[in-house]
């Protein structure tokens, strides 16, 4: 088949038994992880990213040739920097300086223009907070007026969750053969998590929230350390709108080590190259397995690839 464009190539990644990883941990149960990490900007976020632009297009809250403007840690960014670059609409993306440069790179190389926003003080480079984001934020309102943009919005624009609840939740309810008994998930935006579960809940699949230790925000939890090297989410946020009216089945946490362990596991044993909130999604999988959903089948997305943290300390 000869797709007109890669915006069609944007959903329906394959499922992967993670049957090794499951064996050499002496797991009882299943993992099937979700490789998203093979879509063209090589991230979930394309599915965002492409969600929310359809749909503002068709409701006209983006006109033709308009200005898309969006905090981004990278990946919603190169998102919309495909998507828009095919659809003519130019692209701005605010960024952290807290995220790595290999996403700036990305982002410019595929067209869009990258504002990079100063860490407040005492954040340190590989860990955006939120307060990082919220200087992030103040920017790209700033830019979107400036630009009579559009602001793609992924913390409040339903397209986001309702990609993943069209899209990622139905692919692993198919591809599973309806199997799937729990999916954990690392929230940023919440996105992810929202949709799946809005699909999956009703089909009796409890849906859990991945946080980092000492930030979990969507658990209530005070926040004691909001510092992490997972990068796309834990920002110890506690109104993220996307989860507003989402059951919860539980809340997990997970240490940068375990993520960074995950990750590496990931690489080694299943020859999956992807990130650090890839590495959370299996650490949280293996808790619960080792826990609540022993003997169970617990579905994660490997969020982005692992070529996106090689100026990072993942793979040293
Ligand atoms: C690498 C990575 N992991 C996890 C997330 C969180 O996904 P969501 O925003 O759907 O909660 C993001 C979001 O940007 C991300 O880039």
């Known amino acids: ?48 990213a492409r969600s929310i632009v359809e749909l503002a297009r068709a409701e006209g809250t983006l006109s ?6 969006e905090l981004t840690s ?77 602001r793609a919005d992924q913390f409040g624009h339903s397209g986001n969750p309702k990609s993943h609840a069209t899209g990622t939740g139905p692919e692993i309810w198919e591809q599973s053969g309806g199997t799937v008994t729990a999916f954990c998930d690392f929230a940023g935006s919440g996105g992810t998590l929202a949709g799946v579960a809005t699909f999956l809940t009703p089909h ?22 909001p510092d992490h090297p997972i990068q796309g989410g834990g920002y110890a946020m506690d109104d993220l709108v996307h989860l507003n009216g989402t059951s919860v089945a539980g809340h997990l946490s997970v240490s940068s080590e375990a993520a960074r362990d995950g990750a590496r596991m990931l690489a080694r044993t299943e020859g999956i190259f992807a990130g650090y909130s ?25 969020c982005d690839s692992g070529l996106k943290y090689l100026s990072t300390d993942l793979w040293e």
Do not use: W
């Not at 495909?82 to 605010?94: D, M, R, S, W, Y």
């Not at 100063?118 to 919220?134: F, I, N, R």
């Not at 009796?204 to 350390?225: D, F, H, K, L, T």
């Not at 890839?278 to 490997?302: D, F, S, T, Y």
């Open 1 to 48: 088949m000869i797709l007109p464009s890669v915006i069609p190539a944007i959903g329906n990644t394959p499922l992967v038994d993670l049957s090794r990883i499951c064996q050499r941990l002496d797991l009882d149960g299943r993992i099937l992880a979700k490789l998203d990490y093979l879509l063209p900007g090589f991230s979930k976020k394309d599915r965002a």
């Open 64 to 69: 033709p040739g308009q200005t898309v403007v």
């Open 74 to 150: 990278g990946n919603m960014g190169t998102g919309l920097a495909i998507v828009c670059g095919i659809l003519g609409h130019p692209f701005v993306a605010v960024m952290s300086a807290g995220n790595s440069v290999e996403r700036a790179r990305m982002m410019r190389a595929l067209g869009a223009e990258v504002v990079i926003v100063p860490q407040a003080e005492g954040s340190k480079p590989g860990e955006v907070s939120g307060a990082d984001l919220a200087l992030v934020d103040e920017v790209a309102q700033r830019v979107t007026a400036d630009r009579n943009a559009f």
């Open 204 to 225: 009796g699949v409890r849906c859990y929230a991945v946080e980092p230790e000492g930030a979990r925000a969507i658990a209530g939890e005070a926040i004691i350390n």
């Open 278 to 302: 890839a590495g959370a999604n299996l650490a949280g999988a293996i808790e619960l397995l080792r826990g609540p959903e022993k003997g169970g089948c617990v579905a994660i997305v490997m």
